[in-house]
């Protein structure tokens, strides 16, 4: 069992940055493959980024690739993402999810664990 916390969600201009953070509980926090997803009103949730046990292998969507940056230590129970050059369509709620699994999935149904939510409003 897992159980996920995030923060740093917050308002912010265009152009500016955000560090979301996610504290998981439990002893075997490295033997899960972790991940950030993000739920805009009136649409579904959607992978942004994954990253591996050991955090060796990250995965990112198009649409945030080469301005956010997910990394995580293993020894503090937490995964992070760095979201830099924000725009206003990034503007979400931003959910942690967490499985038991070596592979990055990029769908909802893959992952067993998941945070309440942190908000991230981009204004322009």
């Known amino acids: 069992q897992v159980q996920l916390v995030e923060s740093g969600g917050g308002l912010v201009q265009a152009g500016g940055s955000l560090r979301l953070s996610c504290a998981a509980s439990?002893?075997?926090?490295?033997?899960?493959?972790m991940a950030w997803f993000r739920q805009a009103p009136g649409k579904e949730r959607e992978f942004v980024v994954g990253?591996?046990?050991?955090?060796?292998?990250?995965y990112y969507s198009d649409s945030v690739k080469g301005r956010f940056t997910i990394s995580r230590d293993n020894a503090k129970n937490t995964v992070y993402v760095q979201m830099n050059s924000l725009k206003p369509e990034d503007t979400a709620v931003y959910y942690c999810?967490?499985?038991?699994?070596?592979?990055?999935?990029?769908?909802?149904?893959?992952?067993?664990?998941w945070g309440q939510g942190t908000q991230v409003t981009v204004s322009s």
């Open positions: 999810a967490a499985r038991a699994d070596w592979r990055i999935g990029t769908n909802v149904y893959e992952y067993s664990y």
């Open positions: 990253i591996s046990w050991s955090g060796g292998i990250t």
């Open positions: 439990g002893r075997t926090f490295s033997r899960y493959t």
